[in-house]
């Protein structure tokens, strides 16, 4: 990749390819992109410590006049030519928030941009309340639990973050990388978040099935059994997102052990969801996943 400063990547109009990574500012693709979040990905599930972690980072970088580095987001482009954020939703998600409770012009209901212009586009079951409570007065009150996280951070931000700056945190920068399809985007969130200890077992599946999909499955099957896949998870996330006044929602990652269970008749292991065979996307097998 050609070395750059962040102010030309902020100032390059023309979008972003397949197969390449810059450096954004928040600003920059706040300007320049919109994003949606699939169906197959989970709904905002932040908390307090993942907020308060958040602020304490921007306090940090302000007081050492350094922009804060927000890792990398894995995008994509569906078949309509839609970017679609494979990694990464949940800290977007925040920063528009956290940039809501601190009154930034462009997230209040003053603002000349609104809900079909924003730079990040939840999935269908939150993206109308979502644009509510950044751009309207009067935002309803939220029927879901993912709901609920949404208000509750920009009412936690309000109340502990006041002392951030608007222009520190649109300065905070972060590495877009573009797939070529969504199959290899499931596949590099994989090499990439497996290192760590916390990824969620649901989730390793989710991008196995994906993975065997692009490379096992040709065309055009492949378009309608990865419409399936995106629609069961999106069936999944939404079944497990209780009401609003719900105090303990179900961890998906239980689900799937309870699922695993039942259908497998042993406990299951972190290595069995990493080694998820091939056999899984036959037609008499999909289905029991």
């Known amino acids: 990749m050609t070395s750059l400063t962040q102010s030309q990547y902020s100032a390059r109009e023309q979008p972003i390819a397949a197969n390449e990574s810059r450096l954004y500012s928040i600003d920059a693709i706040i300007r320049q992109y919109r994003f949606a979040i699939p169906g197959f990905q989970r709904l905002y599930a932040w908390g307090k410590k993942e907020w308060n972690d958040l602020i304490g980072d921007l306090r940090e ?54 809900a079909h212009e924003a730079f990040i586009r939840p999935q269908e079951t939150d993206a109308s309340y979502f644009f509510k409570l950044l751009f309207e ?56 978040n497996l290192r760590g200890l916390d990824v969620a077992k649901i989730e390793i599946v989710k991008n196995r099935l994906f993975d065997i999909a692009g490379r096992k499955v040709p065309e055009p099957e492949r378009t309608g059994l990865e419409s399936e896949i995106t629609n069961a998870f999106k069936s999944i996330y939404e079944k ?23 259908y497998a008749q042993a406990q299951p292991k972190t290595t069995d969801f990493k080694k998820l065979p091939d056999y899984a996307l036959s037609s008499a097998n999909f289905n029991s996943l």
């Open 240 to 262: 497990l997102n209780p009401l609003a006044g719900c105090k303990t929602p179900v961890n998906p990652d239980t689900f799937l052990n309870a699922h695993w269970i039942l």
């Open 61 to 114: 970088t302000t007081e050492q006049n350094k922009s804060l580095f927000l890792g990398m987001a894995v995008i994509g482009k569906d078949r309509n030519g839609k970017y679609l954020i494979i990694d990464g939703q949940q800290r977007l998600t925040t920063i528009a928030l956290l940039l809501h409770a601190r009154n930034d012009p462009e997230f209040s209901p003053q603002a000349t941009q609104k």
């Open 137 to 192: 007065k009067n935002a309803e009150e939220p029927k879901t639990y993912s709901q609920r996280l949404m208000r509750e951070a920009v009412e936690h931000f309000r109340a502990n973050a006041n002392d951030l700056a608007i222009k520190h945190i649109r300065e905070g920068t972060i590495i877009v990388y573009c797939a070529e399809d969504v199959q290899k985007g499931t596949s590099l969130y994989e090499r990439v």
